[in-house]
């Protein structure tokens, strides 16, 4: 049963829907037509980034100071992430440890990884395409 007219009722209908409660298909002119300005831009993004070699190796590299000493690692990845920068501080530590003739290398080098992070040693790490 349906109120008068005069009350007004909120009608609690989708937008989308007609009488029979069937969704009805995007009218075609309510959509926005983009203009041939964003398709060029768009186009020139994708180009740019096809020109720029987004596929390829990654090399990440890392110094370790101790004291007046250096010691280098690196690490080569599809990606830079984090996991690619520890692997590249991993082996300058190697570096490090087999130096100082550790007993232990593997002990060593997560003591001198964990160092690295709390920055009780000295450490650079770039990375870049190779």
Same mark, same amino acid.
Request: hydrophobic share 35%; net charge positive.
């Given at each position: ?6 009350? +007004? ?7 989308? @829907?007609?009488?029979? /409660?069937? @969704? ?12 041939? %300005? ?23 590299? *890392?110094?370790? *100071? ?6 280098? /690692?690196?690490?080569? /990845? ?6 690619? @920068? ?5 082996? +300058?530590? @190697? ?6 003739? +550790?007993?232990?290398?593997? +002990?060593?080098?997560? *003591?001198? %990884? *964990?160092?690295?992070?709390?920055? =009780? ?8 395409? =190779?």
């Amino acid at each position: 049963m349906r109120p008068p007219l005069g009350d +007004a009722v909120p009608t609690l209908r989708a937008p989308c @829907r007609d009488s029979v /409660g069937q @969704r009805q298909p995007p009218r075609r002119d309510a959509l926005p037509k983009p203009s041939l %300005v964003v398709w060029i831009a768009s186009l020139a993004a994708v180009a740019s980034l096809a020109a720029t070699g987004c596929s390829g190796p990654i090399e990440c590299k *890392t110094e370790i *100071t101790n004291g007046s000493t250096s010691f280098n /690692g690196a690490a080569v /990845g599809k990606a830079e992430d984090a996991e690619l @920068r520890k692997a590249s501080v991993r082996e +300058a530590c @190697r570096q490090k440890c087999a130096d100082e003739k +550790a007993a232990m290398i593997d +002990a060593c080098t997560a *003591t001198c %990884v *964990t160092d690295v992070s709390a920055q =009780k040693l000295g450490a650079k790490t770039t990375c870049g395409r =190779k």
